[in-house]
């Protein structure tokens, strides 16, 4: 266009004419706008992310937390607190509970596990301290932990450890009697045997909370239509409670799972957004797998996106997943979540705007309408084509971001007023006179059975302090 219509021209004006459009169309050619479609929003959305305490490890993984259809929640760590205390202990026939309490903490001070910390604690109160002679420790994925403690070689772990350990005359006796009622409650039940003996020494009940955020997190992944299933290989017993507590049915539940079995619910879930898929749909919904263990790591790895729980973590998940939350509150997810989906949007924005940009300015150019300001009016069209899919790219920086300050002043002033009915309660005990006028009585008992942890609140007993809120 710049040469043969040029040549064939019949004056300078027609010459000039034809050398015009040329030009222009090679601006208009140029896809500046387009280019930065997609790169301004993925470094503004990582960067957003990043602020909240999440690391997303690329660009695609952005992109694929917009498009989740399933998520596989492991519970220890991440619809729990991961904090377990314990709440029983069984010895089998001669054996004394301090003897089966040294073994077992022996064996759980080389461990990382939360279920560890709470095994060394009672141990602690009960004034017994684990052996500094273990050798041998070694993780059995999905059933538990093998080591021998002062030559002796002992088997810690779930329930299908000990059927395999040929421990199954307890399973059925006085000893699984009370493990099945405990894991009924909903409490893990741990087994402590030595290898090679026909029955276990004893077991011992832990229980763990529901983290904070937990239901919130089920509700609106629900919202936003994206199906949550809980994945963990403790006792149905225990998941089934923390289901319930989180707001997940029992169909939902998939409890007693190896790291294998997870590996192929992943699997499953993905084979089923891909089935679901319409056909004019040109991409299916990922499946992800939110985890913070060594037995979540190769479900973290087979899952479309895997997530894991930074803040109390092991460094295999870690490594495996593609976003890591460096936080307890679950609610990160469902923001990330949410940012994923307005990143996609953004791209799509801005995509449509850039080739809308181009094709009408190449249609305005080649209809003559710009006269001679259509090579003005092009480069114009470029450079503010491009300032434009940058801001609209960069907006998610501050998406949301009021609604979360919002949130979090609202959280801190409700803990601030939880806090001082606390106090104050427990100081009308300590004077025995009623609650002082700022704090109802009914604030005052909310605060009450808030605070009071362990059954104290400061130095008074939790029910003294009911006792003088009812009183005023």
Request: glycine residues 12%.
């Amino acid at each position: 266009m710049a040469v043969v219509p040029a040549s064939l021209a019949d004056g300078p004006a027609e010459r000039r004419e034809w050398l015009t459009i040329a030009c222009t169309l090679l601006v208009l050619g140029c896809p500046c706008a387009l280019v930065l479609a997609t790169p301004a929003t993925v470094v503004s959305g990582l960067a957003a992310a990043a602020n909240s305490g999440v690391l997303i490890k690329g660009g695609q993984y952005l992109e694929a937390l917009g498009l989740l259809g399933a998520v596989g929640l492991d519970k220890t760590g991440t619809l729990t607190e991961g904090r377990f205390k314990v709440r029983g202990v069984a010895a089998a026939d001669g054996v004394e509970e301090a003897e089966l309490l040294f073994r077992l903490a022996s064996v759980e001070a080389q461990s990382s596990h939360p279920l560890a910390a709470a095994v060394l604690a009672e141990a602690a109160a009960r004034g017994v301290a684990p052996s500094a002679d273990v050798e041998g420790y070694a993780t059995l994925p999905g059933r538990g932990v093998s080591a021998s403690v002062d030559g002796q070689a002992l088997l810690v772990g779930n329930r299908q450890l000990a059927a395999e350990a040929g421990w199954a005359a307890a399973l059925a006796g006085p000893l699984g009697t009370q493990a099945a009622a405990w894991e009924r409650a909903g409490h893990t039940v741990v087994w402590v045997g030595e290898d090679g003996a026909a029955a276990p020494l004893g077991a011992l009940a832990v229980a763990d909370a529901v983290r904070k955020g937990a239901p919130e997190l089920v509700a609106g992944l629900r919202r936003v239509g994206v199906r949550a299933v809980m994945l963990t290989g403790d006792n149905e017993g225990a998941a089934l409670k923390v289901a319930g507590a989180v707001g997940l049915g029992r169909e939902d539940v998939y409890a007693a799972l190896t790291p294998a079995d997870k590996l192929g619910h992943v699997r499953d879930l993905r084979e089923a957004l891909t089935a679901s898929r319409p056909s004019w749909q040109l991409w299916r919904r990922h499946a992800a797998m939110v985890g913070d263990g060594v037995n979540d790591a190769p479900a973290l790895a087979a899952a479309d996106l895997g997530i894991a729980m930074g803040a109390a973590g092991t460094p295999a998940a870690m490594e495996t997943a593609d976003v890591v939350l460096f936080s307890n509150d679950l609610g990160k997810l469902a923001e990330a979540a949410r940012l994923g989906r307005r990143c996609r949007a953004a791209i799509l924005q801005n995509v449509v705007f850039a080739i809308a940009l181009k094709a009408a300015m190449i249609v305005v150019t080649l209809l003559g309408l710009l006269g001679s300001f259509a090579l003005v009016a092009a480069i114009l069209a470029d450079v503010v084509g491009a300032l434009v899919v940058i801001l609209n790219g960069t907006k998610v920086l501050w998406w949301g971001r009021g609604p979360n300050r919002k949130r979090k002043k609202k959280e801190a002033a409700a803990g601030r007023a939880t806090q001082g009915g606390c106090e104050k309660a427990a100081a009308a005990v300590e004077e025995k006179v009623p609650v002082p006028a700022p704090v109802p009585a009914k604030a005052a008992a909310k605060a009450a059975s808030k605070c009071c942890s362990g059954g104290t609140c400061g130095g008074s007993k939790k029910e003294d302090v009911e006792v003088v809120v009812s009183a005023a």
